[in-house]
């Protein structure tokens, strides 16, 4: 609390300097105050500003103070007083993020700008059989881990993919890791005897999503979905609303890198990783 002391007949001009809420002026003419009174006021700040709320990933709903805002993320708010506010955050895919319920801000001239991370993220595992293989983690085509045997990839966000390329001896496997709420803690790379096979689905040569794939009669996943498979033949099944792909698939060290299996419009691609 700021306490002024002044003469009755005094002109009042005080100027407010704040850190977070800016600058504001408080004037107040001669006679208006009796002397030995004690006076109090709320001095609002008259000054707006624009901020931006970025989310990652992008295209989430907002709320404002209460209020639903329009257009999906990034948004910019006009003529918002700098101070304390609420934002409410919903993302577009509920399964690889999670929202923000009533979350407090403080917008000031140097913070003007909110970003979120709403990724969902997990710790995964990944060991090798045999244990002693050489392990190689890579994200973006970086190299982020190399060690034998075992890695651990913290806060693996969610929709992201990597590589893992495991090694002993002559034999080499390369299979992409899918984060979501499917994948495992601990992931298994089996190096000897087996290909990584990356299934997915076409309709009207477009990719899609969520097809379902069955190897020997068993589930695997939804597409696209990278699954070791042994050497040898196997029944391969592919099910999207109503449309449907079965084929044979031979698997060994002298399997193609790319094969295609169509039904009419509707294909399976099976890419398979070395």
């Known amino acids: 609390m700021l306490q002024v002391f002044f003469h009755s007949g005094d002109n009042i001009n005080l100027d407010f300097d704040h850190p977070t809420l800016g600058i504001a002026r408080l004037q107040a003419p001669a006679g208006g105050y009796q002397a030995g009174h004690i006076y109090g006021t709320t001095i609002l700040n008259s000054g707006t500003v624009s901020i931006t709320i970025?989310?990652?990933?992008?295209?989430?709903?907002?709320?404002f103070d209460g209020i639903s805002q329009p257009g999906q993320t990034p948004i910019t708010i006009k003529n918002v007083n700098m101070g304390e506010h609420t934002v409410s955050i919903t993302p577009a895919n509920p399964n690889?993020?999670?929202?923000?319920?009533?979350?407090?801000?403080?917008?000031?001239?140097?913070?003007?700008?909110?970003?979120?991370?709403?990724?969902?993220?997990?710790?995964?595992?990944?060991?090798?059989?045999?244990?002693?293989?050489?392990?190689?983690?890579?994200y973006n085509n970086q190299l982020i881990a190399d060690s034998f045997g075992k890695a651990v990839i913290k806060d693996a966000p969610y929709d992201r993919k990597y590589t893992i390329v495991a090694k002993k001896g002559t034999d080499?496997?390369?299979?992409?890791?899918?984060?979501?709420?499917?994948?495992?803690?601990?992931?298994?790379?089996?190096?000897?005897?087996?290909?990584y096979v990356t299934f997915t689905a076409?309709?009207?040569?477009?990719?899609?999503a969520n097809?379902?794939?069955?190897?020997?009669?068993?589930?695997?996943?939804?597409?696209?979905?990278?699954?070791?498979?042994d050497y040898g033949k196997h029944d391969v099944?592919?099910?999207?609303?109503g449309r449907y792909v079965k084929k044979t698939l031979e698997v060994n060290k002298?399997?193609?890198d790319y094969d295609t299996y169509k039904s009419g419009f509707f294909s399976i691609g099976l890419s398979v990783l070395f």
Not at 237 to 241: D, F, G, P, V
């Open 54 to 63: 970025n989310t990652e990933p992008a295209g989430a709903k907002l709320t």
């Open 96 to 138: 690889i993020a999670s929202g923000i319920n009533e979350e407090t801000i403080y917008v000031s001239p140097s913070r003007l700008s909110f970003n979120y991370d709403l990724y969902k993220k997990k710790d995964i595992t990944i060991v090798t059989d045999p244990e002693d293989a050489d392990l190689k983690i890579y």
């Open 172 to 195: 080499e496997v390369t299979t992409d890791l899918f984060i979501s709420d499917k994948t495992p803690d601990i992931y298994k790379v089996k190096v000897s005897g087996v290909r």
């Open 202 to 208: 076409k309709r009207n040569n477009k990719e899609i």
């Open 211 to 229: 097809a379902e794939i069955r190897v020997d009669n068993k589930v695997i996943g939804l597409t696209p979905v990278t699954e070791a498979i």
């Open 237 to 241: 099944e592919a099910l999207y609303y």
């Open 254 to 256: 002298n399997t193609k």
